[in-house]
């Protein structure tokens, strides 16, 4: 678990603001996730990322596959297609959005419970006071689960990546 989360993290770090940052000094979940796809990919192609054969995958609809309690979309995978080597699934979600991390957690673990992803990683993103009050929300919420969800933040104001355990 370690080597993910690490590679997660050096895939955060890298991302570049300038790919990221809106008008009006916004950022919006989708464009971060576009541009940590980049950055992953980068780092496994450039071999400083070994999945073990396993790809990274992003909004695969595993609907087609009539997987009961299911329909939901992740924003990435990671596993080997048409195998049960299911690795990890990653949701990012924008700190001011508690409703949206609620829904994110409720379906990290529908798919560690329904198809074994062994690793569950939540990604918030925000600045530091709504980072803030997402950590005190989600420590609130206490959603029932049998696996340990890994939170990483990127704080849009210092642009750094921490790493936090949800209880």
């Known amino acids: 678990m370690n080597e993910l989360i690490e590679s997660i993290k050096l895939a955060l770090s890298k991302i570049d603001r300038r790919y990221c940052l809106l ?4 950022y919006q979940e989708r464009v971060i996730c576009y541009e940590f796809y980049h950055q992953f990919r980068n780092l496994i192609d450039s071999r400083k990322v070994n999945l073990g054969g ?16 299911l329909d939901k979309i992740p924003d990435f995978i990671f596993h080997v297609p048409n195998t049960e080597d299911n690795l990890a699934v990653v949701e990012f979600k924008l700190a001011s959005d508690l409703n949206g991390i609620t829904k994110d957690l409720r379906k990290l673990i ?11 990683v939540q990604v918030i993103i925000g ?3 709504s980072l803030s ?3 005190k929300y989600m420590k609130s919420k206490r959603v029932q689960h049998s696996k340990q969800i890994r ?10 990546v921490c790493d936090w355990k949800i209880p």
């Open 127 to 129: 600045d530091t006071k």
């Open 151 to 160: 939170a990483l933040s990127l704080d849009t104001t210092s642009w750094e």
């Open 133 to 135: 009050r997402a950590r």
């Open 54 to 69: 396993r790809v990274i995958q992003g909004e695969v609809d595993k609907g087609y596959q009539d997987y009961k309690n």
């Open 23 to 26: 008008a009006e000094g916004r």
């Open 110 to 120: 529908a798919f560690g419970e329904t198809l074994n992803y062994r690793h569950l």
